[in-house]
């Protein structure tokens, strides 16, 4: 987040595009995480997608909590 470790500002948006080699894999991990919860997640959120040939998405992975 920009200005770790302190508190990011209001509506940021961050994204993070990853590409690897055909058959290899990536393994994410948080050093420290932390998220503001709500049923609807309509603030904090961290969702993960998989994407291959013409973006489209085959698995992903969506948490607020």
């Known amino acids: ?3 770790y470790s302190n508190a990011y500002p209001h509506n940021t948006n961050c994204e993070w595009n ?3 080699a055909v058959f290899q894999t990536v393994q994410i991990s948080f050093k420290d995480f932390d998220l503001e919860a709500h049923d609807a997640c309509i603030y904090d959120y ?3 997608s998989v ?3 013409f ?7 969506h948490t607020c909590t």
């Open 1 to 3: 987040s920009p200005g």
């Open 18 to 20: 990853i590409t690897v």
């Open 46 to 48: 961290v969702a993960v």
């Open 51 to 53: 994407f291959y040939l």
């Open 55 to 61: 973006n489209v998405s085959v698995s992903g992975y």
